[in-house]
């Protein structure tokens, strides 16, 4: 049974930081892609960045380019999102999703096929 956890969430004012982990278990990562997105209360889900299964490349949505960070563990089997300058517009439920053997990183919710449970990121101005 694959399970993703989340954590690392938290209440932080603008311009702050915070570091979200991605626990996998029950499923190798190291071939698999991996993403972060997020929902706001209200709003679709969307992606917020993507890493290839080695680690390689990694793509962004423009709203968090050059503030969020992905990362991955293929030794611990966990991956990372660090974000930094953190805004109000950055609150939402933030997920780890893990993608098809070997396949890109895409960024549509249909091209994860694991999801966590999600993790709560709250910005206050």
């Known amino acids: 049974q694959v399970q993703l956890v989340e954590s690392g969430g938290g209440s932080v004012q603008a311009g702050g930081s915070l570091r979200l982990s991605c626990a996998a278990s029950?499923?190798?990562?190291?071939?698999?892609?991996m993403a972060w997105f997020r929902q706001a209360p209200g709003k679709e889900r969307e992606f917020v960045g993507g890493i290839t299964w080695r680690g390689d490349l990694s793509k962004y949505d423009d709203s968090v380019k050059g503030r969020f960070t992905i990362s991955r563990d293929n030794r611990e089997n966990m991956a990372y999102l660090q974000m930094n300058s953190l805004n109000p517009e950055d609150t939402a439920v933030y997920y780890c999703?893990?993608?098809?053997?070997?396949?890109?990183?895409?960024?549509?919710?249909?091209?994860?096929?694991?999801w966590g449970q999600g993790t709560e990121v709250t910005v206050s101005s």
């Open positions: 999703a893990v993608g098809g053997f070997l396949l890109v990183a895409g960024t549509t919710t249909s091209d994860y096929v694991y």
């Open positions: 029950g499923l190798t990562i190291s071939s698999h892609p």
